[in-house]
T-cell receptor, first 116, second 113 residues
Framework: NAGVTQTPKFRVLKTGQSMTLLCAQD?????MYWYRQDPGMGLRLIHY???????AKGEVPDGYNVSRLKKQNFLLGLESAAPSQTSVYFC???????????????FGPGTRLTVT | GNSVTQMEGPVTLSEEAFLTINCTYT??????LFWYVQYPGEGLQLLLK?????DKGSNKGFEATYRKETTSFHLEKGSVQVSDSAVYFC????????????FGSGTRLQVQP
């Protein structure tokens, strides 16, 4: 099993350009998440999905959109990139049921995005 | 809302030294508590967890006890190794609904031989 994979690993964008980050998981997880990691701030939740065809906003959703057309994929889009979106983006997935597994998330390796 | 506060780093130790990384939290209800570890160039991995008060989570020689009275979940290890050098994140989980994690800012640990 590959676990959680992210594409691309690195990207440099100019202000105003658009791009899509792809996350894929092969563990049949119901829940998927996008976080951003900035120095000194830990990880912050951008958007999440509790199942195929559903998405919802997290704490820092402005400037991002997401889609979950297939259970195994979760896409994060930047319509018009801004320098404030320079960050490392992590995708994660988890099981949807089972109190014993609550909070156990599996993370991808991250995408380092620079917006100039 | 939920929040997690952990000690700032970097923490620099010699091999075989004792490690403590402090973590306190603010949350409604009874959250589950976690420590995640991030090795250089990698994503986060679950290190240990505790789901109720007085539970002790342990893994790879690391331990943390869920203290409801002090709202704390401090990470400890009796003898660190160079391979433990990483960034450690304390986190808590929503009990229901989105099941998302709220993270602390992370503490970088550097272990010198």
């Amino acid at each position: 099993n590959a676990g959680v994979t992210q594409t691309p690993k690195f990207r440099v964008l100019k202000t105003g350009q658009s791009m899509t980050l792809l996350c894929a998981q092969d563990m049949n997880h119901e829940y998927m998440y996008w976080y951003r990691q900035d120095p000194g701030m830990g990880l912050r939740l951008i958007h999440y999905s509790v199942g195929e065809g559903t998405t919802a906003k997290g704490e820092v959703p402005d400037g991002y959109n997401v889609s979950r057309l297939k259970k195994q994929n979760f896409l994060l889009g930047l319509e018009s990139a801004a320098p404030s979106q320079t960050s490392v983006y992590f995708c994660a997935s988890s099981y949807g049921a089972g109190a014993s597994l609550l909070g156990e998330q599996y993370f991808g390796p991250g995408t380092r995005l620079t917006v100039t | 809302g939920n929040s997690v506060t952990q000690m700032e780093g970097p923490v620099t130790l010699s091999e075989e030294a004792f490690l403590t990384i402090n973590c306190t939290y603010t949350a409604t209800g009874y959250p589950s508590l976690f420590w995640y570890v991030q090795y250089p160039g990698e994503g986060l991995q679950l290190l240990l967890k505790a789901t109720k008060a007085d539970d002790k989570g342990s893994n790879k020689g690391f331990e943390a006890t869920y203290r409801k009275e002090t709202t704390s979940f401090h990470l400890e290890k009796g003898s660190v190794q160079v391979s433990d050098s990483a960034v450690y994140f304390c986190a808590l989980s929503d009990q229901a609904g989105r099941r998302a994690l709220t993270f602390g800012s992370g503490t970088r640990l550097q272990v010198q031989p």
